[in-house]
Every structure is written in C-alpha cells, then in structure tokens.
C-alpha cells in the first residue's frame, strides 16, 4: 500500500528557505501514470496548491508561488522535495505531499507543521 | 487564473439531510474536477473524481455532477461521519495548474 511521508524543517526563520522531504514507500514515483505534488493549509484556512512534479521531471507551479518554490525528485530514494526561498510568517502552514492519478490528489501525507519565525 | 468558489460556506445540518454543496468556476471549465473531505487535523481524503466518479471505497451516499462552471456535491442522506469541510478542486488542462475552492463546512444543526 502506498504510503508517504513528509519530513523537514519544523522552524524556519523569515528569509530562509524552507526545506520539505517526501518519502514514498509502497510504490515508485518514476511511473508515467502519476505526478506527485505539494499543497499547503495555513492555520484555520483552506487548502493551496503549491506545485507538483510530473515522472519526466517537468514541473509546474501555482503562479502565486512560482518565484519562489522549487520541486525535485530523487528517484534512487523514491522522495521528492520542496523548497520555498524567502519565506515570511505568510508560510506558516501544514504541508502536505500527495500523489496525483487522474488530475485528483488520491493518496495523502499526514501533514507536517512548519512556523515562520524568528 | 480560473478562480473556484463554493456556497454554502457553512452548512447547518442534521443525519439523514440531503445536503448539497456547489462549487462555481469563474469560467467555463472541463470536467477535471474532484470533491475532497477533511476532518479536524487530518489530511484530505479524495471523495469525487472527473466530477462524478465515485472515489473506491467511499459510500454510494456521495454523489457529483455538474459541468460548464457549476458542480455539485451531494450527500443523500447525511451520516455522523460526514460532518466535515468539504474542497472542490479544478485541474485546468491548458495552463496545468492546480485549483481548490475555499470550503465548506458541514456542522451539526
């Protein structure tokens, strides 16, 4: 059964990059039938999409984050990663990892809590 | 960008209710959009995909429709299980971004 599992820095200061592992176990994240993506929830607020990472690498990102986020794969250890530059306080968040199959996120992460703070 | 939004945002309701919730796109849009329940602290569970295929393993009392820029999520007949905010989700084919709507929240009467 798959399974993933967000990891990474609980704290960050503001103007850092924020660092953000997800681990897949139970299946492989170089399949063509699957993207895997990230999404953010702010304390008390809906969800946000952040961006996600096709099998060829191609990556695609919410236009309101692009400048700032970059999403990568590491196929040999079937993860991939999120960094966002510069953050602020606006970047407090859960956030998740999830697998896309047929354009709908079926498979979640349960979430990790980053705080922008000094 | 297409914007998504939903009404109700708050929903008052009791067991056995037929609820629906829409989900209303700032222009016409395909038909890849997914219906998501999230619960207190938990991570969102994919409920509808491709506007009305029902998600494996989730009860026959969800149902979605809807095209152009309005869709629905129905619940026939409303469980304990089911209060919980509820998150349309658009995929747009040609600019490949993702969108959610802003919520609703389904709570006790």
């Known amino acids: 059964q798959l399974q993933l599992q967000e990891s990474g820095s609980g704290l960050v200061k503001p103007s850092q990059t924020l660092s953000l592992t997800c681990a897949v176990s139970g299946g492989s994240i170089s399949s063509g039938e699957y993207s895997w993506s990230w999404i953010r929830q702010p304390p008390g607020k809906g969800l946000e999409w952040i961006g996600y990472i096709h099998y060829d690498e191609s990556t695609y990102y919410n236009p309101s984050l692009q400048s700032r986020v970059t999403i990568s794969a590491d196929r040999s250890k079937t993860q991939f990663s999120l960094k966002m530059s510069s953050v602020t306080a606006a970047d407090t968040a859960v956030y998740y990892c999830?697998?896309?199959?047929?354009?709908?996120?079926?498979?979640w992460g349960q979430g990790t809590t980053v705080t922008v703070s000094s | 960008d297409i914007q998504m939004t939903q009404s109700p945002s708050t929903l008052s309701a009791s067991v056995g209710d037929r609820v629906t919730i829409t989900c209303r796109a700032s222009q016409s849009v395909s038909g890849w959009l997914a219906w998501y329940q999230q619960k207190p602290g938990k991570a969102p569970k994919v409920l509808i995909y491709?506007?009305?295929n029902l998600e494996s393993g989730v009860p026959s009392r969800f149902s979605g429709s809807g095209s152009g820029t309005e869709f629905t999520l129905t619940i026939s007949s409303l469980q304990p299980d089911d209060f919980a905010t509820y998150y349309c989700q658009h995929y747009d084919t040609y600019s490949f971004i993702f969108t959610f709507g802003p919520g609703t929240k389904v709570d006790i009467k």
């Open positions: 491709m506007t009305s």
């Open positions: 999830a697998r896309i199959s047929s354009l709908r996120m079926d498979v």
